[in-house]
């Protein structure tokens, strides 16, 4: 009789351990889903006097910022931010790119600072995303955006995604009426940039 009971809690204890295993295996298979609803990636070519000498790729991380902004404009009745920019970060001081980061912040307490030694079509501005129509859950811009590196060069450590604000193209701004949607690091490190270099960027959200 006592054998017969220890096998049944045995048995128990093995159903109970497998039920736990499969709502572990369930929740890591949710989180992964979850951080695949979003997979933005950008892919930036680095020329050189006319000649392709580096491609740099990976996908950004969008802000807490960004996401806030993005709920309140699909259920909360906020306006849409039209266009989106992209900016380059420079590699000094040291960085360290936080989901915390914020647009008010650009050049201030965030750990880091923009890098603004470029110009884009001769103007000193911030790249214009020019993204096309949504299709297969996807957007993109299908002609990169060009950053001409001026005099002095400088060395870059990646990318951001600004909006909204009034003066969202202009290098440096970070008026509180602006959204700072994504940041992303430079696959393989910071780039080292010379007067004239040509970086090509084409940004793409994957819904």
């Known amino acids: 009789m006592i054998k017969w009971f220890q096998k049944i809690l045995f048995g128990q204890k093995?159903?109970?351990s497998i039920k736990r295993a499969k709502?572990?295996?369930?929740?890591?298979?949710?989180?992964m889903i979850s951080s695949l609803l979003?997979?933005?990636?950008?892919?930036?070519?680095?020329y050189r006097s006319g000649k392709l000498?580096?491609?740099?790729?990976?996908?950004?991380?969008?802000?807490?910022?960004?996401?806030?902004f993005l709920l309140d404009v699909m259920f909360g009745n906020t306006t849409a931010a039209n266009p989106w920019y992209i900016g380059l970060i420079n590699n000094t001081p040291a960085v360290t790119l936080a989901l915390t980061d914020i647009y008010d912040e650009?050049?201030?307490?965030?750990?880091?600072?923009?890098?603004?030694?470029?110009?884009i079509s001769a103007a000193a501005v911030r790249g214009t995303w020019d993204e096309g129509t949504a299709s297969g859950g996807s957007i993109t811009n299908a002609v990169p955006?060009?950053?001409?590196?001026?005099?002095?060069?400088?060395?870059?450590?990646?990318?951001?995604?600004?909006?909204?604000?009034?003066?969202?193209?202009?290098?440096g701004d970070h008026a509180n009426?602006?959204?700072?949607?994504a940041t992303a690091a430079?696959?393989?490190?910071?780039?080292?940039?010379?007067s004239s270099d040509e970086l090509k960027i084409t940004y793409t959200v994957n819904a």
């Open 14 to 16: 093995v159903a109970y």
């Open 23 to 31: 709502r572990y295996l369930a929740r890591q298979i949710f989180s």
């Open 38 to 46: 979003f997979d933005n990636r950008f892919k930036v070519e680095h």
């Open 145 to 171: 955006i060009t950053c001409v590196i001026q005099a002095g060069g400088g060395t870059v450590y990646g990318i951001m995604i600004v909006g909204l604000g009034a003066n969202a193209s202009v290098h």
């Open 177 to 181: 009426d602006g959204k700072l949607w």
């Open 186 to 194: 430079f696959s393989g490190g910071a780039v080292t940039l010379s």
């Open 106 to 119: 650009i050049n201030g307490t965030n750990d880091w600072v923009e890098f603004t030694n470029y110009e």
């Open 53 to 68: 000498i580096g491609v740099y790729e990976g996908c950004n991380d969008i802000t807490t910022e960004g996401k806030n």
